[in-house]
């Protein structure tokens, strides 16, 4: 399974920048997908999360980034987005995509993730 993750750049403050990321390979089912980011000196954290139609379709948020991120799934593409809005330089940070599957029926479910995709932000 592969994931490639695309989008990030550099963006001024209040600017937008939109992340793409495609899960390719072997995949039988999807539970969830999501986004996180590590900044600098910081610990990587949990940006957002969704899960499959199939298993309710939720979303869920960092605080930090509520209101101002959206995240969303193309389930027939196994592909997540993260819409991200009126950024700031703390959301200067590398951008991980993870997705939790498993590649056949009776399978266990495993985390696979991105290689990472930079955004910055100026002041």
């Known amino acids: 399974v592969q994931l490639q993750a695309s989008g990030g750049g550099l963006v001024q403050a209040g600017g937008s920048l939109r992340l793409s990321c495609a899960a390719s390979?072997?995949?039988?089912?999807?539970?969830?997908m999501g986004w996180y980011r590590q900044a600098p000196g910081k610990q990587r954290e949990l940006v957002a999360v969704i899960t499959a139609i199939t298993s309710g379709g939720s979303t869920d948020y960092a605080d930090s980034v509520k209101g101002r991120f959206t995240i969303s799934m193309d389930n027939a593409k196994n592909t997540v987005y993260l819409q991200m809005n009126s950024l700031k330089p703390e959301d200067t940070a590398v951008y991980y995509c993870y997705v939790n599957m498993r590649n056949h029926k009776w399978g266990r479910w495993y985390d696979y993730w991105g290689q990472g995709t930079q955004v910055t932000v100026s002041s």
């Open positions: 390979g072997s995949i039988f089912s999807i539970n969830d």
